[in-house]
């Protein structure tokens, strides 16, 4: 029964990657989108880089924050983030600050006027400081606590990537500001504390007491700093764009594939072929097994080979040799196998349950399309919250996302995996019991 198996696989391999037609839409038309998608949105030529050029983010920074007086000093918050984020001016010399390479930000003092530039699309974000910013965040002499306090991030969801990016420079400046304002409540509270526990202290207090908080609300002077390294303490790879994309058409093609070898039994029985071989010894459970097996052995050699060529033209373009997805050899095959699995039980369960090949052609290709576009082949769907619950509905987003984790140097897809071999699991043992009973062959 294995050797006959082994033949059926063996067959459909064969059919499959000696067609010139087949093998110009599986693997050269994949291979050709996204490297001219990665292109369009990456900085490869030029630089050499496999970054993602994102600079110039153009940005608003409305500081409504009314300040506070205390102890004879004027403070407001808000002007750290135009002292940050707004450059002064053409001094003439070079702008050593890289939120200002990254941010082309203006200072605006109406706050509506900013939220409508964004909705028209003349802004990615608006940063909104409140009124009472710093009132809530200073300790004076008749309130020794803060309260908490908020800055309004308003952000085109149209720019998801860019706008997340603003979120987290807005988030970064508060927490320091926030982080210098704490500093100086804990350390009064304590001081305080310890004069009422000993009155010399109390006195010196009284006396000579200038401390200087500057360094609280210095970054460099941060207690937790964070970086992102592997396992080997190397820096993670910086995003590529040829390799998100280059996952999303490769697992949307492969997918077509295995719907169409799957519907190719369907072919098979319209002309006789199936009925011919049914003629043999050989169980009919065997032939089902047998054919849906090549069909998932083709996806899982089709992706092996988009992962080459993406490869060598990745290394190509970057100027360095540089796997696709990755250098987890193990974790790339093991996910190469759960998106095929998937893929081929898709197609063996939308095949057994329709009538006829053109009929399945039609519901194939609907699905997958659908499937596509909701778990983000073509565009980001993380600026959508609708379509952020629907995607993982599809087994193109955990095909996706597993394959981009995994050029980014990570290995959290225990998760991918499991849904992916389950679902595919699935929906291969349907469709084999289905072929078995519905179709009368």
């Known amino acids: 029964m294995l050797a006959k198996i082994r033949a059926l696989i063996w067959l459909e391999l064969y059919r499959t990657f000696t067609d010139r037609n087949a093998l110009l839409i599986l693997i050269v038309t994949p291979l050709a989108l996204a490297t001219i998608i990665g292109l369009a949105f990456s900085g490869f030529i030029g630089d050499g880089s496999n970054d993602v050029p994102i600079r110039d983010i153009p940005l608003a920074v409305v500081n409504l924050d009314e300040g506070i007086e205390t102890l004879g000093n004027q403070i407001n918050n808000g002007d750290i983030f135009i002292e940050i984020l707004v450059p002064a001016g053409d001094t003439g010399e070079t702008d050593e600050n890289v939120l200002h390479l990254l941010t082309d930000a203006i200072a605006l003092d109406d706050p509506d006027e900013a939220r409508a530039r964004v909705d028209r699309g003349d802004l990615t974000a608006a940063i909104i400081i409140p009124p009472d910013f710093s009132r ?143 003629a043999t010894p050989t169980p009919r459970m065997v032939i089902l097994l047998g054919k849906l097996a090549g069909t998932f052995a083709s996806a899982v050699l089709q992706l092996v080979l988009l ?103 990570e290995t959290n897809i225990g998760l991918h995996l499991l849904v992916l071999f389950g679902l595919g699991a699935v929906m291969f043992l349907l469709g084999v019991i289905i072929f078995n009973r519905r179709l009368d062959i």
């Open 136 to 278: 809530n965040l200073t300790i004076t002499p008749d309130r020794l606590t803060i309260e908490p306090a908020s800055i309004e991030v308003y952000a085109n969801p149209a720019m998801p990537i860019s706008a997340s990016i603003v979120r987290s420079i807005a988030t970064g400046i508060a927490n320091q500001i926030a982080t210098g304002n704490v500093t100086i409540a804990a350390t009064i509270g304590y001081l305080v504390d310890q004069a009422q526990q000993n009155p010399l202290i109390g006195l010196r207090l009284l006396g000579e007491f200038e401390p200087d908080f500057s360094p609280a609300f210095d970054p460099a002077n941060a207690l937790i700093t964070l970086e992102t390294q592997t396992v080997q303490g190397e820096a993670v790879t910086t995003f590529n764009p040829l390799a998100m994309f280059g996952a999303g058409v490769s697992v949307m093609f492969m997918m077509f594939m295995a719907q169409a070898s799957a519907n190719g039994i369907m072919y098979e029985r319209q002309n006789g072929t199936l009925q011919r071989l049914l």
């Open 307 to 409: 992962f080459i060529f993406l490869t060598l033209v990745g290394s190509l373009l970057s100027g360095q040799v540089r796997l696709i997805w990755g250098d987890n050899l193990l974790a790339i095959a093991l996910a190469i196998g759960a998106a095929a699995l998937a893929a081929s039980g898709l197609g063996a369960l939308l095949t057994a349950l329709v009538r006829t090949p053109e009929q399945g052609n039609v519901v194939g290709t609907a699905v997958i399309l659908a499937m596509s576009v909701l778990g983000g082949t073509f565009f980001s769907t993380e600026g959508l919250p609708i379509l952020q619950t629907l995607r993982q509905f599809t087994l193109n987003y955990w095909s996706i996302d597993a394959f981009t984790r995994l050029s980014l140097g």
